[in-house]
């Protein structure tokens, strides 16, 4: 599974978010074709386009079309404030396989622009042209005032027969920001609704609510692989600065050493999509080699962070 990125900037700015700014150009079209084919030949079986916000890039259905043209599922991640009946049209015919939005509340605030009340007409307009799958993802934790708005959010979705998921959001490293009890408890009611609708294996989330570590064998770098604007393999979205090796030149040694190598985010690691496709290995090949970045020290670890985030 791979993530990438074809255009950094966002048309919002949510307080909680590393993932954006407010600048940067679309990358190069022919660029991301070619970083396509080159995750085709890698055998990657699902590609997820995400920001930045992806629909401002100006060839995104040319970049879903070749995607499902080298025989990979097609994946979006999208804020949804930019979709139209025309532009839902489009990404049917490019071949979308699944979107994903996010939203973070009920009503807007100083800490998210992605709420229910702005968006249930694009959502509205989905359930009447999309051909592909659409999940909803509310959310608890980093800031989001009112948990309550998780649970109004999912069952609006469950109405318009989207499926339903909850997150918990991160801070700027992935790691977890505690739960209260009230937060713990939205959490459960929406993740009930969830195993009705949408089976996932989401175990993990289950001591993330409460504030507990996970045992597992991250396998990002190898199972998954997050290519920033600039052609980079990032372990993920909350962790790029390593190996920052260019796409171009990764290869099979490169997926056998990051598969055996033991990350030390991983405990409290909330990034869900590395988690799920790291199920495959919970009872085999343990990592043996040690995190590469262990000897840098929180600071240094943190200002690599935050230096590739700004290119």
Known sequence: MAHIVPIRRCNLSCAYCNEYDDVS???????????????????????????????????LDQLIRRIRRNGAIAGLITNGYLLTSERIERLNQAGLDHMQISIDNVMPDEVSKKSLKVLDRKLQLLAKHALFHVNINSV????????????????????????????????????????????????????????????????????????????????????????CEDGLVHYCSQQRGYPAKPLAEYTLEDFR????????????????????????????????????RRGLGEPQRQLVQITTAGR
């Open 140 to 227: 608890v934790g980093g800031g989001v005032r009112h948990p309550d708005d998780a649970l109004v959010i999912a069952k609006r979705a469950l109405e318009l027969g989207f499926s339903s998921t909850i997150g918990i959001i991160h801070d700027h490293t992935g790691q977890l920001k505690p739960l209260s009890d009230r937060e713990r408890e939205i959490y459960l009611q929406v993740k009930a609704l969830e195993k009705r609708n949408y089976s996932q294996l989401s175990f993990f989330q289950e001591n993330i609510a409460r504030g507990l570590p996970n045992r597992w064998r991250c396998r990002a770098g190898a199972r998954y692989l997050y290519i």
């Open 257 to 292: 050493r990051e598969y055996l190598t033991e990350k030390d985010c991983a405990p409290h690691c909330t990034v869900s999509c590395v988690h799920y496709v790291s199920y495959f290995d919970f009872f085999r090949a343990p990592q043996t080699l040690p995190d590469p």
């Open 25 to 59: 150009k679309p990358v190069d079209t022919v660029v991301m074709l070619d970083r396509i084919d080159r995750l085709g030949r890698l055998g990657t079986s699902i590609i997820t386009i995400s920001g930045g916000e992806p629909l401002l890039h100006p060839d």
